[in-house]
Nanobody, 126 residues
Framework: VQLQASGGGLVEPGGSLRLSCAAS????????IAWFRQAPGKAREGVAF???????YYAESVKGRFTISRDNAKHMVYLQLNSLKYENTAVYYC?????????????????????WGQGTLVTVSS
């Protein structure tokens, strides 16, 4: 599967963005999908995970503010980012794993994701 992320940009604190990840090459419902991010000078971290079994998981820092969703028919995955904070500035990546049924541990196990998009930059600044 090939993944292409988009939708990043400059937003003020408290604002919202919706990131998109377009999948091609294989049916999206074969995969679990996650969003990771990497801020300048920091390690990559998992943000949101859709296990492919109708379960979703979030990093504690984004619970209640970010929402992952997918539309298998349109081959799209989304990450809605609300109430953005300065510290949410990062490059956001979508990633796919062919192993379904993982729980939230997938957010700290990037090695299970065999396919990655190119990343889209989110900058939170006033």
């Amino acid at each position: 599967v090939q993944l292409q992320a988009s939708g990043g940009g400059l937003v003020e604190p408290g604002g919202s963005l919706r990131l998109s990840c377009a999948a091609s090459g294989s049916p999206l419902d074969y995969y679990a999908i996650a969003w990771f991010r990497q801020a300048p000078g920091k390690a990559r971290e998992g943000v949101a995970f859709d296990s492919g079994n109708d379960r979703v998981y979030y990093a504690e820092s984004v619970k209640g503010r970010f929402t992952i969703s997918r539309d298998n028919a349109k081959h799209m995955v989304y990450l809605q980012l609300n109430s953005l904070k300065y510290e949410n500035t990062a490059v956001y990546y979508c990633a796919a794993s062919s192993t379904l049924g993982w729980d939230g541990k997938a957010l700290t196990t990037p090695g299970i994701f065999g396919w990655w998009g190119q990343g889209t930059l989110v900058t939170v600044s006033s």
